[in-house]
């Protein structure tokens, strides 16, 4: 009997513990400790997070992207994998300019796959997107492991400004626990770290936020006067679904980025864009008149997405 | 089939060299005879000329079967020359090697003593005197010469030292003269060594080899320590640095890093060198443990002593310096990047990628800051190798395509911006190359391109279209 609360209290304390670490309000026991912080300090204490701009978007998130944790940016197929890098690159040109003294670089860990199938980043194309390519590096990594391990390295360095971790699709050494100790990472160096997962599907992970990045088409080109310039392609324009957030409501949006003024705008809707066309329509030949009708076929014709 | 080499055994029953192997076994029938293998014998050489590091950094191979080791300043630190190199002898006789060993001021008179000779130290005063009765082979000389000089009765080398030295130049040309001048040591002979010579090393001997990594990163930190004071002497920082460790049976590696900026924080150097060891882990064979450690600066700079502000600043600078060497010494130079921007108009020749560790000290890099000369917007990704695309329906003579098939993948443009022509540079792809019309697509799923024409319509070869970036 004399055990019971000391084993309480080590619960206590352990739990305590797993709070702090997951930067989560601490139940309970802390809970006096809490208030008297929060007397002090006040919105100090608020966790740092990078206001998009956009209201909509920013009262779902809470008030941003955080810029002491990990978040995911994910791209359906490899086809727009532009799109995401795009939308990413945006975000982390934000946080660049947040940061203090302006100088710090943005480390890009690329994959060979995605390299080789959308592009490796260009630098002219950067300075156009409104970064700075000198600011910028670019790694290259063999292996998943070695991505891992410059991620959670540039992390811990603090010498980023944000660090952006290509990965494609979902791979099988890329799990929760790799995720949750990259989180764990880049809340304790108090630095953003974006994952981008190219063509990949929806996972569990322990990213507080998970976009999914898809293409718009673009807006169109101001003349000095105000006036548009019909059948032109200006700033970039992607479609937002907000898949994971502390608000349980999906959210999706369009927004443009200037890169001039480095800045997102809502975007109107324009033009639909068509449904998926399949590779094989899926419909059989019509049925013989005078003839009797020819043997069916084993199974069933599916619709296949067209392969990209 | 001949015999090239034989041991004391076969000496003793009196083989000679460039025997026929048929007169040998008929000699001794049960003669073992090994095929030659010059490249193992080279390994070895090699392999023996490394372990003589430990002694000097100044070897040099000679020929397939000798090594000068230039001992100027080294031979206190092993209690003078009788004693280094009974040193060297003895440690080669107990790794099972037969060496013959002599020292004195001239390479030439070594050689010749050491093969010929007794081996053993040599004086200034007594040089003469040994190489006196010497064969004239002793002087490194070509076999035909040998040969010539023995018919003339000229057997010894103190037959030509008092012989006129005018008739023998014409005879054998000044190569003999220059020989023999070199084994008296009045001609100075340099001996190149194997390896560039460290402008600054230290080393520590150890009475107990080591294993572990860790105990071995814990003395490279100790030696990057004494190092320190003489880097800060000369007011420079390493940039690339060696680590050599002596294995105990004689193997040697070396473990080469290098820094993005000029080091000299002992615990930054052994940083360095934790991310190549873990690099290296599997080649690096740790046998019986290391007995030697030698941390050599192959390469310094500058190195500007900056004050510490308060705002912390050169700190952040510092941590990308850590992180670019740890992540160069780990994964290799080239893993990590920057772009530096060229003056080119070509879109893959605009940007160059080079490793940040060389680039990041220098600050800016080789770029020039007045690029602007105006252009089109430029894709945010682009293929590193423009691939084809298959046009069906373009406006003639220079339009946009209609549609476009890429990848299997059909695209219906519904919007273009161009052409924006790019001329192929001249003097780089020759007067031939044709120009380029890039245009920016936008397809109907919002899917912006860049796509190129090469060639015009109309002529010959016909056009060809290229996909060569996406825009976000």
């Given amino acids: 009997m004399v055990q019971a609360p000391m084993a309480r209290e080590q619960l206590f304390a352990l739990r305590e513990e797993i709070a702090r670490l997951e930067g989560k309000p601490v139940p309970a026991m802390a809970a006096a400790r809490q208030e008297a912080l929060a007397e002090r300090g006040g919105r100090d204490r608020e966790k740092p997070r990078l206001s998009l701009g956009i209201s909509m978007l920013d009262e779902a998130l809470e008030g941003g992207v955080p810029l002491d944790g990990l978040s995911e940016i994910r791209s359906s197929c490899l086809r727009d994998a532009t799109a995401s890098a795009g939308f990413a690159l945006a975000i982390s040109a934000l946080m660049q300019r947040q940061a203090a003294a302006d100088a710090t670089p943005i480390l890009w860990i690329a994959d060979r796959v995605t390299a080789m199938e959308a592009g490796v980043p260009y630098a002219l194309g950067l300075k156009d997107f409104g970064l700075d390519p000198q600011r910028f590096l670019h790694a290259a990594p063999r292996k998943l492991d070695e991505a891992l391990w410059l991620a959670e390295t540039a992390v811990e360095s603090g010498a980023f400004a944000v660090t952006l971790l290509e990965v494609k699709g979902n791979p099988a050494h890329f799990g929760l626990t790799e995720s949750r100790r990259l989180s764990l990472r880049a809340r304790a160096a108090g630095r953003p770290l974006l994952l981008l997962r190219q063509s990949g599907e929806e996972e569990a992970s322990s990213a507080a936020l998970r976009f999914l990045v898809e293409p718009a088409p673009a807006a169109i080109r101001l003349l000095p006067d105000r006036s548009m310039l019909g059948g032109s392609i200006g700033n970039p324009v992607f479609r937002l679904t907000l898949e994971k957030s502390r608000n349980p409501a999906p959210l999706s949006l369009i927004l443009e980025w200037n890169p001039h003024d480095r800045q997102f705008f809502p975007a109107r809707e324009q033009a639909r864009p068509p449904l998926k066309r399949t590779a094989h329509p899926g419909s059989r030949l019509s049925a013989s008149l005078n003839r009797p009708d020819r043997p069916q076929e084993m199974g069933a014709v599916l619709a296949f997405d067209q392969a990209s | ?472």
Wanted: hydrophobic letters at 40%; a negative charge.
């Fill in chain 2, 1 to 472: 089939m001949r015999l090239t080499a034989l041991d004391e055994a076969a000496e003793a029953i009196g083989l000679r060299k460039n025997q026929a192997v048929a007169e040998a076994r008929a000699i001794c029938p049960k003669l073992d005879v090994v095929e030659e293998d010059p490249a193992a014998d080279r390994r070895l050489l090699d392999g023996i000329a490394d372990w003589c590091d430990r002694y000097t950094p100044l070897v040099a191979l000679d020929g397939r079967d000798g090594l000068f080791l230039d001992i100027t300043g080294c031979t206190h630190l092993f209690g003078g020359e009788k004693a280094l190199l009974q040193d060297v002898l003895s440690r080669l006789f107990q790794m099972g090697i037969d060496a013959r060993g002599a020292i004195s001021s001239a390479p030439g008179l070594s050689w010749g003593i050491a093969r010929f000779g007794n081996g053993g130290v040599i004086a200034d005063q007594e040089m003469e005197l040994v190489l006196s009765p010497l064969p004239v082979a002793a002087l490194r000389l070509e076999e035909e010469t040998v040969a010539a000089l023995q018919k003339l009765g000229l057997k010894q080398v103190g037959d030509l030292i008092h012989a006129p030295r005018a008739p023998l130049a014409r005879r054998f040309g000044a190569h003999l003269l220059l020989r023999l001048d070199q084994a008296l040591g009045l001609d100075e002979e340099p001996v190149s060594p194997r390896r560039p010579v460290a402008s600054l090393s230290a080393e520590r001997r150890l009475a107990e080899p080591v294993q572990a990594e860790e105990d071995i990163l814990h003395l490279t930190g100790q030696i990057a320590l004494s190092l320190k004071t003489s880097l800060e002497e000369r007011g420079t920082g390493g940039r690339a640095f060696e680590l050599v460790l002596f294995r105990v049976d004689g193997r040697v590696f070396r473990v080469a890093a290098g820094a993005s900026q000029p080091l000299r924080d002992p615990s930054r150097i052994a940083a360095l060198f934790s991310e190549r060891l873990h690099a290296v882990h599997d080649d690096l064979d740790a046998g019986y443990g290391f007995e030697i450690l030698r941390l050599n600066v192959t390469r310094h700079e500058a190195f500007d002593a900056a004050q510490e502000d308060f705002a912390g600043d050169r700190q952040k600078h510092v941590s990308l310096a850590g992180f670019v060497d740890r992540v160069s010494a780990r994964l290799g130079e080239d893993c990590l990047q920057s772009f530096h921007l060229c003056e080119s108009h070509v879109p893959e020749r605009a940007v160059i990628a080079a490793p940040a560790i060389r680039t990041l000290s220098s600050g800016k890099g080789p770029e020039k800051s007045g690029v602007s000369w105006s252009r089109g917007e430029r894709p945010l990704r682009l293929f590193p190798r423009p691939e084809a695309v298959e046009v069906f329906l373009a406006e003639v003579p220079e339009g946009p395509p209609e549609s476009f098939r890429w990848r299997r993948m059909l695209h219906r443009v519904s919007r273009s911006e161009g052409p924006e022509r790019l001329a192929m540079e001249w003097w780089i792809d020759g007067p031939e190359a044709g120009a380029r019309d890039y245009f920016r697509i936008e397809d109907d799923t919002g899917h912006r391109f860049w796509i190129y024409r090469e060639g015009l319509y109309g002529q010959l070869p016909p056009p060809r279209w290229f996909m060569h970036g996406i825009f976000a």
